[in-house]
């Protein structure tokens, strides 16, 4: 079998890590796979199975910690390289691929573009271009984007992929444990990030609350998330919404939920999204860079106008866009035929993702 190795700053919370995480156990059988980490702390995914080799690299503060850690960590890689014979070395996101292109060519450089917030440094995408010999986006609108902006020859979409009778086994193992007994919940994941606009969904959901009130909001993932818990009270939503902390099986949770809501900026593929989908959440998602709009295609979800950037924590100014996103939730949320209608095209759309066809376009290039 052939030696490939995939890079990844750390297997914390976060899509980029799920889908490396998911790929060294789903590739177990076709090749000799191993995950190098630049910080092994905390680890949420399930790789006991894989053998990890953790540089102790972790991020450094300032532009000169930066570039030594660059040169670190590709140093450490280029010897890892030559010493375990590598074929072909995958990185996942700017940094880790940085230290895989530094890191010689000893090994086939594959460089994963996981977001849309990796587009934000032009040299350093035409360095990829010219240094790796596959760069792979995880959305068609990406892969567009490093074609006609960067003229790149060798790049190809490798979306994301979903096990649903895994999810769907998954979902059923475990509780949920929530502080409501009834009520339709909408539900939401994602860490503590400014791009994932959760003042935007606790906004959207206090409208929509004020209308139903028997609907509750429950958010899934890493953070304290301090302000958003101060919004809900100053909105007076605060029994209303659960804030669930970081999961690692979050399928119970989401499997609760009657709708899922996506209100990010960015995104690059949003693996949370379609995991909803897969148990039949029916979806709201903004029309974000990027994303949500290739998975929907006009059809398998409501797409809303993308909203502000700016944090707006001022629990007395609503956005009309923010009204609008509301309205169109309380829509759905009144009409059973709706709701049952794109329940069933959620898990349609989810099977279309398949770890098969993942698996097969990762064979065939390893051929190249």
């Known amino acids: 079998m052939k030696k490939l190795l995939l890079i990844v700053p750390s297997l914390h919370q976060g899509g980029t890590e799920k889908v490396c995480a998911a790929t060294a156990k789903v590739l177990q059988p076709y090749f000799d796979i191993q995950i190098v980490v630049f910080d092994s702390r905390d680890i949420a995914f399930d790789v006991e199975e894989i053998e990890i080799t953790d540089f102790g690299l972790p991020s450094r503060p300032g532009k000169v910690g930066k570039i030594l850690n660059v040169w670190k960590r590709a140093y450490k890689l280029r010897k890892l390289k030559k010493s375990e014979e590598i074929e072909i070395a995958y990185s996942f996101g700017p940094t880790a691929n940085l230290a895989n292109i530094f890191s010689g060519k000893k090994a086939k450089r594959w460089l994963g573009i996981m977001s849309y917030m990796d587009m934000d440094s032009p040299w350093r995408l035409k360095l990829f271009c010219r240094r790796s010999e596959k760069v792979l986006c995880c959305s068609e609108t990406l892969h567009r984007m490093m074609e006609e902006q960067y003229h790149c020859k060798h790049v190809y979409t490798l ?164 009204i609008r996103a509301a309205q169109s939730v309380i829509k759905l949320l009144q009409n059973d035929g709706e709701m049952e209608k794109y329940s069933r095209l959620s898990v349609e759309r989810a099977s279309f993702y398949s770890k098969e066809e993942y698996i097969r376009k990762i064979r065939e290039w390893s051929l190249d």
């Open 159 to 322: 979306q994301g992929f979903f096990d649903i009778a895994e999810i769907s086994k998954l979902s059923m193992t475990g509780e949920a444990v929530l502080p409501w007994q009834d009520g339709r919940i909408i539900v939401s994941m994602g860490r503590e990030d400014v791009v994932k606009g959760f003042w935007h969904l606790i906004k959207i959901f206090s409208v929509i609350h004020e209308a139903l009130p028997d609907t509750k909001l429950m958010i899934i993932g890493k953070g304290e998330f301090t302000e958003y818990r101060k919004l809900t009270k100053e909105l007076g939503i605060e029994e209303a919404v659960f804030f669930a902390g970081l999961q690692r099986n979050p399928y119970p949770y989401l499997k609760r939920g009657s709708l899922y809501m996506l209100t990010s900026y960015f995104e690059g593929f949003p693996n949370a999204l379609v995991e909803a989908m897969s148990l039949g959440l029916p979806a709201v998602a903004t029309d974000c860079m990027t994303g949500p709009k290739e998975i929907f295609e006009d059809k398998y979800g409501i797409l809303l106008p993308n909203m502000s950037p700016e944090p707006d924590m001022n629990a007395d100014s609503i956005e009309p866009d923010e």
